[in-house]
């Protein structure tokens, strides 16, 4: 009698290595179709999760994930590989956004995930910081940031910037008419203010030559190789880390410079505030952080923050002032460049406000906007409201659940399954904005000759709940002052034949940047005669 041992060899022996592989692939087509018709969202596929769709569709994948979250209801599953802990789902719905974000917050935080693809750059400040920890480094930088002298100090900076250096490169490239990448240009900007906003240093990005600053190179490539990290399988990016290998390699050096950077800077300004006693002369966010003592320490003895924590929390500093705003001009102008009745009536708006000067008259290259003048310009800021409704500086932001929960749609949420919501899909949603929601409209904006104020989690460019970015507005203060300033001077024309699509990664670069031209507009002078003259409208009289 033939034994069981004996059967299953001579079935196995007939059985031909190509049938193997055919039932393989059946397997796998059934595994597909199942999972296809059961999730409305992108496809899981086995053992790859969701990664084989996002690299399939790497070339527009906002829109891509846009156009799925419409499709299902605005909230879809998502899985990565089955060697990665990464899932849970992908959200555009406002309701459970706001429960997320606000409801209730404390179940939902940056998480493990969150941490482990970027604490090795920013550390624990508070870009990846949770708890305790990002609740001091927030209300420390709220009472600096809420104080008169860091409102008139930051003015005056991006003053300079924008009249000393700024204005100057553009200037240079008219006369020696040449095509400029604008995106460059604006990161310049930004990167000067913001690293003498935090330190007090000029870095020299805008100098008239240009030049490459190793500490923003470095940081720049920290940053983008972080992030390179959500597409790459966690096994696979860990031994790289671990055998310091390829792009992990290139990320521990641009890390070693950053910090190193960093940590000389908090150093010597600790050396420098402890041998002059005080921090009067000093207007920079760092000297202010420096000389806070511990709200427990009744004796006033021990320092609010330790070296480290003082460079981790200055470096996301760097990384919530810099990246955003430039990157929310870039496309601004280039929109305006597509909508060129947008760019009259801001131009109209801004001359309407030179006219009601005082003085008789005033070159063009002489004028200088005062806060006040930057806070009128109601139609300059419906269009940068716009752009960040359509380019969300941030287009995906991630919590992790710490317990389970149901959302308010319904949607079951399990224990340290992560929620990423999508501000890019929000801006498309059409049962948000409308069936125009596609269409570049700053006028959804203005009611009444005033600016409106949506919901902070159906406008999610400044993040909303207790997570509400503290420099909301200094950034629009920024961003008008540099668009006004540029505006009224030159006509910013976009090189025709490029092409304009967003960069995969944290912040919505444009990946190929926006090469322009400046064209001078017409030399005036403005004051109380010039209404005619521009053929202002009446009523803006």
């Not at 420390?140 to 991006?158: D, G, K, P, Q, R």
């Not at 800077?265 to 000389?291: A, Q």
């Not at 910013?492 to 967003?502: A, L, R, W």
Request: charged content about 25%.
């Amino acid at each position: 009698m033939i034994s069981i041992f004996e059967y299953w060899s001579v079935i196995l022996l007939n059985v031909r290595f190509s049938h193997f592989v055919l039932a393989l692939i059946l397997l796998f087509i059934v595994r597909a179709l199942t999972q296809r018709l059961t999730n409305k969202g992108p496809m899981i596929w086995p053992l790859m999760g969701v990664i084989p769709s996002v690299l399939l569709n790497i070339n527009d994948v906002f829109n891509y994930f846009a156009e799925s979250l419409n499709q299902c209801g605005g909230t879809f599953v998502i899985r990565a590989t089955c060697m990665d802990r990464f899932c849970g789902i992908m959200t555009a719905d406002t309701s459970s956004i706001e429960y997320i974000l606000k409801s209730n917050f404390v179940n939902y935080h940056k998480g493990e995930a969150f941490i482990d693809l970027f604490s090795d750059v920013f550390g624990n400040g508070f870009f990846v910081a949770d708890g305790e920890t990002w609740k001091d480094q927030r209300l420390a930088l709220t009472s600096v940031m809420h104080t008169s002298w860091f409102i008139e100090s930051s003015h005056s900076v991006i003053q300079d910037l924008v009249h000393q250096k700024l204005l100057k490169l553009i200037n240079k490239s008219v006369k020696l008419d040449k095509i400029i990448d604008l995106q460059d240009l604006l990161l310049r900007f930004t990167s000067d203010n913001i690293y003498i906003t935090t330190f007090g240093i000029d870095p020299g990005c805008l100098s008239i030559e240009l030049p490459d600053v190793p500490f923003v190179t470095a940081f720049e490539r920290a940053a983008d190789l972080s992030y390179y990290r959500v597409f790459t399988p966690t096994f696979i990016w860990k031994t790289l880390r671990f055998f310091s290998v390829g792009p992990e390699k290139k990320l521990k050096e641009a890390i070693r410079i950053v910090h190193k950077s960093v940590s000389e800077i908090v150093k010597n300004r600790k050396i420098d505030l402890h041998k002059s006693g005080s921090v009067n002369d000093r207007s920079d966010v760092l000297s202010r952080l420096v000389i806070m003592k511990d709200p427990e320490d009744k004796q006033n003895l021990n320092d609010r923050f330790s070296d480290d924590m003082l460079r981790d929390l200055c470096l996301s500093f760097i990384l919530a002032g810099r990246d955003t705003t430039s990157v929310a001009l870039a496309w601004f102008f280039w929109l305006i460049n597509e909508h060129p009745h947008v760019e009259s009536l801001i131009l109209n708006e801004i001359k309407v406000i030179i006219s009601h000067r005082k003085c008789d008259s005033e070159n063009i290259n002489e004028i200088v906007f005062t806060a006040d003048e930057l806070k009128k310009m109601v139609h300059l800021e419906a269009a940068l409201s716009e752009t960040l409704r359509l380019y969300p500086s941030v287009p995906h932001d991630i919590k992790e659940a710490r317990e389970d929960d149901v959302l308010p749609n319904g949607t079951a949420v399990k224990k340290k399954d992560l929620i990423v919501y999508s501000m890019y899909s929000i801006g498309r949603t059409e049962a948000i904005w409308g069936k125009d929601c596609r269409e570049f409209k700053p006028e959804r904006w203005i009611k009444n000759g005033k600016s409106v104020v949506e919901s902070q989690f159906k406008f999610l460019a400044f993040n909303g709940g207790p997570r509400l970015c503290v420099g909301k507005q200094f950034a629009y203060i920024q961003m008008k002052m540099v668009a006004a300033s540029i505006l009224l001077r030159y006509s910013v024309k976009v090189v025709e034949g490029q092409t304009v699509v967003p960069k995969v990664k944290t912040t919505l670069y444009m990946k190929n940047g926006l090469l322009v031209n400046f064209k001078p507009r017409l030399e005036h002078t403005f004051g109380s005669s010039t209404h005619k003259e521009f053929g202002f409208p009446q009523e803006a009289m």
